[in-house]
């Protein structure tokens, strides 16, 4: 019988889950990943799915398969997310608000619906959704973004109260500005004046969250559901 | 093909599974009008994914073909309907497999 606990990752072929999936194979974890694209990763104890987590069936196919490639999925991080220059509400446009609800809300919706079937049915697991500092912040041009971690977070409370009696938990790890490439977009005077808002003035390593994920995603951790675990305050 | 006799059969031997591993505590026989999500159901939460999931990976296996159960497709076929039965699942799953 395979022992190694089997993770699965949403969005590692880049940033924070790339960072995930990284530490979590160093463990000597089974990992299966996820993105549109191919894999940016070459381990022997990795597996890599191009999938696109909005895509309902995608979704459902790829569970189907961890089901038979894996026979059991023991954490599930979800991570995928949009990173992009948002706007004032006055000028944002009806499909860039549904991007960010689409790539945010609704993939962590559909990765969580499929997991937490398996998780239900083996009794196990658990589920991490990543937040963001941006739902305390009420930043202005955030409103999509922030919009849509918000409901992430009532979601995944909602979730652990349904899936708790099944020794299911969901958590949230809400990091802090994160050093990605993708922040990269935002310019210094925007990193500047998010970072001022923030109790730790400095962006994060993504592998700076890594051992947050594994409080959640411990066996030990079986009495902690429907919690979020912040990084820092706002100012 | 897949028909009506072959589903109920899936259906049949799924409840006996659940029953047997104790997530139902009483058998189940199968009729048209048999409550499977709703008022009336013997399936909670739990053992009506396990149902589902059942059912979907044996059609599935048979057929050849990945099968999906969409409850709102199935209210789309039946709107005024207040339970889901027996019945109107295997209709909805035959149509599926075409």
């Known amino acids: 019988m395979n022992t190694q606990m089997i993770i699965a990752v949403t969005g590692s072929s880049r940033g924070i889950g790339y960072e995930i999936a990284n530490h979590f194979l160093n463990q000597g974890c089974l990992v299966a990943g996820c993105s549109r694209g191919d894999s940016t990763i070459s381990h022997l104890n990795y597996r890599h799915y191009s999938i696109d987590v909005c895509d309902e069936m995608d979704v459902q196919l790829w569970i189907r398969a961890l089901r038979k490639d894996f026979n059991r999925i023991d954490v599930v991080v979800c991570n995928v997310g949009l990173v992009k220059l948002g706007s004032v509400t006055g000028s944002t446009s009806l499909n860039s608000f549904k991007s960010f609800l689409d790539s945010i809300l609704i993939s962590t919706f559909l990765v969580c619906r499929e997991f937490s079937k398996i998780m239900m049915l ?32 009532e979601f995944t409370k909602v979730l652990a109260r349904e899936v708790a009696d099944y020794g299911v938990t969901c958590n949230i790890v809400s990091p802090s500005m994160v050093k990605t490439d993708s922040n990269a977009v935002f310019g210094d005077s925007w990193e500047k004046a998010m970072l001022e808002m923030q109790t730790i003035k400095r962006p994060i390593d993504a ?25 820092c305050l706002v100012n | 093909m897949i028909d009506k006799d072959i589903v109920f059969s899936i259906m049949q031997k799924s409840f006996e ?66 339970i889901l039965t027996a019945d109107m699942l295997a209709h909805y799953l035959i149509l599926a497999c075409k």
Request: glycine share 6%; charged share 20%; proline share 3%.
């Open chain 1, 122 to 153: 083996q009794r196990y697991g658990r589920i991490i959704n990543i937040g963001s500092i941006m739902s305390e912040m009420h930043a202005p041009g955030t409103c999509a973004y922030a919009s849509a971690k918000s409901a992430v977070i």
């Open chain 2, 17 to 82: 599974g659940l029953y047997a591993s104790g997530i139902i505590d009483q058998i189940v026989d199968l009729t048209n009008e048999t409550a499977i999500f709703g008022s009336g159901s013997k399936l909670d939460s739990m053992a009506f994914v396990s149902f589902i999931t059942d059912v979907e990976d044996a059609i599935s296996t048979i057929q050849k073909k990945e099968i999906f159960v969409v409850l709102s497709d199935i209210e789309d076929l039946y709107p005024d309907a207040p």
């Open chain 1, 207 to 231: 592998t700076e969250l890594c051992h947050l994920i594994d409080f959640f995603a411990s066996p030990k951790s079986s009495i902690v559901t429907g919690q979020i675990l912040h990084t």
